[in-house]
């Protein structure tokens, strides 16, 4: 049965009280789009309408390119039901079954979904929507039944009465339709309500009504959070964090406190390999195996430790290479370098990357040893197996093995301290 998508991410996300388009809004280093679109392109679609309202010339400069979704725009939000309608157009009349997501719920998998789909063709249901049980439902569609648990209706926050109120089925806003009767009731959908919007959920009743096949599926709570405020934001993040360091866990990765290491989506990590507490790596960061990170460290997009390497603590890394076995153990930041192998940086020592203009590149060669609170001020390239005084400023190139100093002489001035009391 050929199936369509339709993702819903056109309102304004008031809630979350910012100027950035709320499905822009990122989640471990990816946006909140990516990850419907990630899950919706695991069910294999033929084709996907994502429907942008608020913001859209921003999300659309800003969709990731491996899922090709059409875009289309609902000029004005009338709900959710007036977004799918605008939708359909685009799909040219399909005939098979049409799976609608929104774009605020980024952390529905790949694996429920699919359950989604096979559940309602298996069935050959009219719709099956996923369920889910809150304890705090507030701000969510309720799920009403018959006193024989069949499904009813879908009540929302602002229509539903304090009996109502009290349900703790949810609806989180993912279903899958047949085509044709999605068509058919989407057309009976009246503003008719508290809020004066169109409303999607409106279809499942009406279907119920007509004693169509309406079938649900219930899922784990945390799948289907919606995030409509900052605050369920960070909830969304630690969510995420919580399934990223499991997975890392299960492939071999020591994590010594996996509630303050914070690893984003596209980072990649080698067996063997230990984070320390307090760690943050983020973007498309990779480590090798047998490597140790931290404690209290930050490495930054573009960083690549190697193999049996060791970043220790407060350091900060950027774009930079460092390669098997060498060390950068105590507060040090390196940006835009490519350091080898055996290399030792000193405590303190920093890559002086940025001149106020323009961002300079260090090289630090295999076996090199920078004494501590070196200051690399880049363009410099410190050779095979040289050494750096520590306290040393470095501006032009160290050949190899050759030692690079650059400190002034010392002076001491003889019972400074009394002289200074008399004065
Ligand atoms: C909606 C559901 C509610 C469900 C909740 C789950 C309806 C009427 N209510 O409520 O039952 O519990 O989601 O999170 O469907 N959107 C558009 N165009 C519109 C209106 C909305 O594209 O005209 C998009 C929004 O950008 C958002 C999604 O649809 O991604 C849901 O809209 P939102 O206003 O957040 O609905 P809720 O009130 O949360
Ligand atoms: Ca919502």
Redesign the pocket.
């Known amino acids: 049965m050929s199936l369509a998508c339709i993702i819903?991410?056109?309102?304004q996300?008031t809630r979350m009280k910012s100027s950035l388009p709320?499905?822009l809004h990122n989640v471990c280093g990816k946006s909140m789009i990516y990850y419907v679109l990630s899950s919706a392109y695991s069910v294999k679609p033929a084709r996907c309408i994502l429907?942008l309202?608020h913001g859209n010339k921003e999300v659309s400069q800003q969709l990731p390119e491996q899922f090709p979704a059409k875009t289309v725009i609902?000029r004005q939000?009338?709900?959710?039901a007036?977004?799918v309608s605008v939708a359909v157009k685009k799909l040219g009349g399909h005939k098979g079954d049409i799976l609608v997501l929104?774009?605020?719920?980024p952390l529905i998998t790949p694996q429920t979904l699919k359950s989604l789909v096979r559940t309602h063709q298996k069935n050959k249901a009219d719709v099956t929507m996923l369920t889910t049980i809150l304890d705090n439902p507030t701000?969510?569609?309720r799920i009403v039944r018959s006193k024989d648990g069949r499904f009813a209706a879908?009540v929302?926050q602002a229509d539903a009465s304090s009996n109502q109120k009290k349900i703790k089925e949810?609806?989180?806003?993912i279903y899958i339709f047949k085509a044709t009767k999605l068509l058919s009731f989407i057309k009976k959908v009246s503003k008719n309500n508290a809020q004066g919007?169109y409303?999607?959920?409106d279809v499942v009743g009406y279907l119920a009504s007509a004693k169509a096949k309406v079938e649900t599926l219930d899922v784990c709570a945390d799948e289907v959070q919606?995030i409509?405020s900052l605050a369920e934001l960070a909830l969304a993040e630690k969510i995420m964090r919580g399934r990223i360091n499991e997975g890392w866990m299960a492939k071999g990765v020591t994590l010594v406190d996996p509630e303050t290491t914070y690893i984003d989506y596209d980072v990649k990590l080698g067996p063997d390999t230990t984070i320390l507490p307090g760690c943050l790596i983020r973007g498309n960061t990779k480590i090798g195996s047998e490597a140790t990170i931290g404690p209290f460290s930050h490495l930054r997009e573009g960083t690549v430790i190697k193999n049996g390497a060791k970043v220790g603590a407060f350091c900060e890394i950027k774009n930079s290479v460092i390669a098997e076995n060498s060390k950068v153990p105590h507060l040090s930041y390196i940006g835009d370098a490519v350091v080898g192998k055996n290399v030792n940086i000193g405590a303190g020592s920093i890559t002086c990357n940025y001149d106020g203009k323009k961002k300079h590149k260090t090289i630090i060669e295999d076996g090199a040893f920078l004494g501590s609170d070196t200051m690399l001020i880049a363009p410099v390239k410190i050779g095979k197996g040289a050494i750096t005084g520590a306290a040393s400023a470095i501006t032009s190139d160290v050949p190899a093995g050759a030692l690079g100093l650059e400190r002034s002489k010392q002076k001491n001035i003889k019972n400074y301290n009394v002289k200074k009391k008399q004065r």
Not at 77 to 80: D, R, S
Not at 102 to 105: I, P, S
């Open positions: 819903l991410a056109a309102g996300g709320k499905v429907v309202g609902q939000q009338l709900g959710t007036h977004a929104y774009g605020d719920t701000g969510y569609g879908i929302e949810v609806n989180p806003g919007e409303y999607l959920t919606g409509n």
